[in-house]
Nanobody
């Protein structure tokens, strides 16, 4: 069992940066594929990024490619989402997710564990 807690969200202006963190509990974190998803009001949850167990491979949604970077530190049981050049359309609740199965995993139903989410609001 893995428990996930996101942090780092907030209110920023367009063009600013934020770094989200997802702290995991559980000894098996380092073997898990991890992902980031987001959900804006009135919209379905959408895939943002995923990273394999070692951090050597990542995969991004087209909407964030080149602006967001996903990384992990297995010694700290933490996965990160560095978000640069933020846009108002990036406004959403951001969720961290984990799954013990093989990378890549870009569908929400492919993940067993979820955090509670952290709000990111980007003003224009």
């Amino acid at each position: 069992q893995v428990q996930l807690v996101e942090s780092g969200g907030g209110l920023v202006q367009a063009g600013d940066s934020l770094r989200l963190s997802c702290a995991a509990s559980g000894r098996t974190f380092s073997t898990h594929t991890m992902g980031w998803f987001r959900q804006a009001p009135g919209k379905e949850r959408e895939f943002v990024a995923t990273i394999n167990w070692s951090g050597s491979s990542t995969y991004y949604a087209d909407s964030v490619k080149g602006r967001f970077t996903c990384s992990r530190d297995n010694a700290k049981n933490t996965v990160y989402l560095q978000m640069n050049s933020l846009k108002p359309e990036d406004t959403a609740v951001y969720y961290c997710a984990g799954d013990p199965r093989r990378f890549p995993r870009s569908q929400s139903y492919e993940y067993d564990y979820w955090g509670q989410g952290t709000q990111v609001t980007v003003s224009s």
